[in-house]
């Protein structure tokens, strides 16, 4: 058996054997990669080393880090509650903007996992809070990527219109961003209605965290018969906790989606006079007025509380910030946006990465681990157990899996399948295997890679004049980028670092899946609507 067929027997068999046993299937691509490469291709350690994706591996590590920092310091949350005063309380229109700016950031030349890696986490932020499917808002930010992605200033746009040029083939720069946004967009609009998109609509909007306006029940919580009640996934604002409840005992918090909510679990009390309210990273503290009564339940000595951070009001709503726990909001609209300093200090670390990487052109991995190491110096107490929150089983999934697909590659594999597929002769039915191929490759490899294999493989095809070379280009490229939804590509492994609101190997299993239809629905529909009918040149 040649060392091209082994190598995909081997593949097939560490997908079954990672189903069947409790076995991490990366520590098994590494052992097929030692295996393989040595034994059936005569490799040396070092080339299969040579394989194996450390910018991946900075990547996972350091951005995972660095919203682990965040998330512990209730930054994650202070974002989560202002995306939601930007759209207005409409849960239903943040996977939408989701999407929107994924594809304005990669369409304008940033790269497709450095915007995922800066809006994932974020994204998943919104889903946990607001009861959003973690699937329909992670597949809103890999859809969002590819839908730009191929724009004419975009990085994916230029390689492609290289290796055309390379290759003598016209290229349409129009076409090929249009038909890429297309076949993304329909994606993510089939993707909102199944994973609770007309839910979140039939929900209306939730009360906005620190306006005015949330002192009174919504129309849409009204006609649910909720008043002010979270519903199924929104949350109360701070001040109709307050009006609802009273204040709370001065030592009680409640953690509440949102940054919002009542006390959980703690005595219920009574007042004639509501205390100070402060939200922070979805905390909530209410210190009890003059007249407050609490019920006759005894309760423990407070423990000591340390010295409390000053808070930086951010102008929502009419508040006097005061330097009390994490900044307390007195009058109109007391419950509006806080940040503690080193919120202030995390979200400015968030904002650099952005503008390292997009405007800088500075490595992703790398700058957000920078990044992360210095908020970590400025707080180290805070920030302490971030590092066990990194995703090691996922980063170790990840990049034995890519190491794997190098060891193919460098085999030759990939040219051994695309060979053959081309020498079929029916030029209908090679544009199709050839899409496929692009597919299933591009699943576990890189999409610029494989577009730079495949595209010199179909020009003996359009060279011939049966197919039209434009059409022929813009399906390929389609076919290769929408199944980067797999959690094997480095989009779809940042959603699975990621992911906040489900278990991440239950996320892993989900998106698997969803990555297997794309890979069979995404080739096909390319070339059905694009090749089949003959109508693009």
């Known amino acids: 058996m040649s060392a091209e067929l082994l190598s995909i027997l081997a593949l097939i068999v560490m997908f079954v054997v990672a189903t069947l046993f409790p076995v991490n299937l990366g520590a098994l691509a590494l052992v097929g990669a030692f295996l393989v490469g040595t034994l059936a291709a005569g490799m040396e350690t070092d080339a ?13 590590v350091g951005v995972t880090l660095l919203f682990a920092i965040a998330t512990n310091n209730g930054t994650v949350d202070w974002l989560v509650r202002a995306a939601v005063h930007l759209v207005r309380g409409r849960i239903a229109a943040i996977p939408l903007v989701v999407f929107v700016i994924s594809a304005l950031l990669t369409a304008v030349g940033a790269p497709a996992p450095a915007v995922a890696a800066i809006l994932a986490p974020i994204a998943f932020g ?3 809070d607001y009861k959003i499917h973690p699937l329909l808002i992670g597949l809103m930010v890999a859809h969002g990527t590819q839908a730009g992605a191929f724009s004419p200033i975009s990085v994916l746009g230029g390689i492609v219109n290289g290796v055309t040029s390379d290759a003598n083939l016209p290229s349409d720069n129009v076409v090929l961003f249009v038909s890429s946004f297309a076949f993304n967009a329909a994606a993510a609009l089939v993707v909102f209605f199944i994973f609770g998109g007309p839910h979140l609509v039939r929900r209306g909007a939730v009360a906005v965290p620190g306006s005015p306006a949330s002192d009174t029940p919504l129309a849409s919580d009204n006609a649910a018969g909720s008043g002010n009640a979270p519903d199924a996934g929104g949350a109360a604002p701070a001040s109709a906790a307050a009006s609802a409840t009273g204040a709370a005992h001065a030592s009680g918090t409640a ?9 959980a679990g703690g005595p219920a009390s009574e007042t004639g006079d509501t205390g ?9 503290t209410t210190a009890p007025g003059p007249g407050t009564r609490t019920a006759a339940k005894p309760e423990p000595e407070p423990e000591p509380e340390p010295e409390p951070e000053p808070g930086i009001g951010v102008g929502v709503g009419v508040g006097v910030g005061v330097g009390v726990g994490v900044g307390v909001g007195a009058g109109a609209g007391g419950g509006g946006l806080r940040l503690t300093p080193h919120q202030a ?15 800088f052109k500075l490595d992703v991995g790398l700058t957000a681990v920078t990044v992360a190491v210095i908020l970590s110096l400025a707080s180290p107490k ?10 090691w089983p996922t980063v170790l999934l990840i990049c034995g899996v890519v190491t794997y697909v190098g060891v193919l590659q460098e085999i030759g594999t990939i040219d051994y399948v695309g060979t053959s597929v081309a020498a079929i002769g029916i030029p209908l039915v090679v544009a199709l295997l050839i899409c496929y191929v692009g597919g299933v490759v591009s699943a576990f490899a890189s999409t610029v890679g494989i577009l730079g294999a495949l595209v010199p493989l179909a020009v003996p095809l359009l060279g011939t004049g049966a197919l039209g070379p434009v059409a022929m280009i813009a399906a390929l490229s389609v076919s290769s980028a929408i199944v980067d939804v797999s959690p094997f590509s480095t989009t779809g492994a940042l959603l699975v670092a990621n992911v906040r609101g489900m278990h991440r190997d239950v996320f892993y299993r989900r998106l698997l899946a969803y990555g297997a239809v794309i890979v069979v629905v995404g080739p096909l529909a390319a070339w059905a609507v694009l090749v089949a009918p003959g109508w693009l040149g």
């Open 255 to 263: 953690r509440v989606p949102g940054g919002a909510g009542s006390p």
């Open 276 to 284: 100070a309210t402060a939200t922070s990273g979805g905390m909530l």
């Open 48 to 60: 299969i080393l040579d394989a194996f994706p450390g910018s991946l591996f900075v990547i996972l």
């Open 345 to 359: 200090l995390t979200l400015a670390g968030i904002v650099g990465l952005c503008l390292a990487v997009l405007v």
């Open 382 to 391: 805070s920030n302490k157990g971030a590092v066990e929150k990194v995703a």
């Open 126 to 128: 919104f889903a946990a």
